[in-house]
C-alpha cells in the first residue's frame, strides 16, 4: 500500500487571473488514482489560530478542520483526514485542555493533528501539552 502522506484540498487562488486550478475532492482521488497511490492523509491548508472559531477553523473557507474532516469521511477506504489545532488556543497555557476538540475531532473521523504551524518551537510546553494530548 502507497499512502502520501501530505495532501490538501482548496482554492488558493489569489485573484481572478490566477492559473491555479483548485483541488477539489474529485480531482485529489483522480490524481491518487493516475499517480498510482492508494490513499492520502488529508491536512487542513492552513493552520489555526487561537482567535479561530471553535475546533480550530482554518483560514480559507470552505477547508476548516471541520469540513476537511467531514469531507475526507465520505471517502473512508482512500482519504485519512487530520485536523488542526493551534497549541495556543483557548486559554493559550501550558495546560490547556484540548479533550473536547480532541474527542470532536475523533467522533467525526479524524485520525491525527496536522499540520501545526504555530511558529512556536517544538519544545514549548504549550506544543509538548497538545502533542501529549493528542498521543493520549
Known amino acids: 500500500m502507497i499512502i502520501d502522506v501530505h495532501a490538501h484540498v482548496g482554492d488558493w487562488r489569489r485573484t481572478k487571473d ?3 486550478v483548485p483541488m ?3 480531482l485529489l482521488l483522480w490524481r491518487l488514482d493516475d499517480e498510482g497511490l492508494d490513499r492520502a492523509v488529508v491536512l487542513p491548508a492552513f493552520g489555526a489560530s487561537p482567535e479561530g472559531a471553535l475546533y480550530g477553523l482554518c483560514v480559507t473557507p470552505g477547508n476548516s478542520t471541520a469540513d476537511l ?3 475526507a469521511a465520505r471517502y473512508p477506504d482512500r ?3 487530520f485536523g488542526c489545532l493551534d497549541p495556543r488556543w483557548g486559554p493559550n497555557r501550558p495546560d ?3 479533550s473536547e476538540v480532541l474527542d470532536w475531532l475523533i467522533e467525526q473521523g479524524a485520525r491525527g493533528v496536522g499540520e501545526i504551524m504555530a ?3 517544538f519544545d514549548d510546553p504549550r506544543v509538548v501539552n497538545l502533542f501529549r494530548q493528542a498521543g493520549e
Do not use: E, N, Q
Open 18 to 20: 490566477d492559473s491555479r
Open 24 to 26: 477539489t475532492w474529485d
Open 69 to 71: 474532516v467531514l469531507g
Open 79 to 81: 482519504l485519512i483526514p
Open 96 to 98: 490547556t485542555d484540548f
Open 119 to 121: 511558529k512556536l518551537p
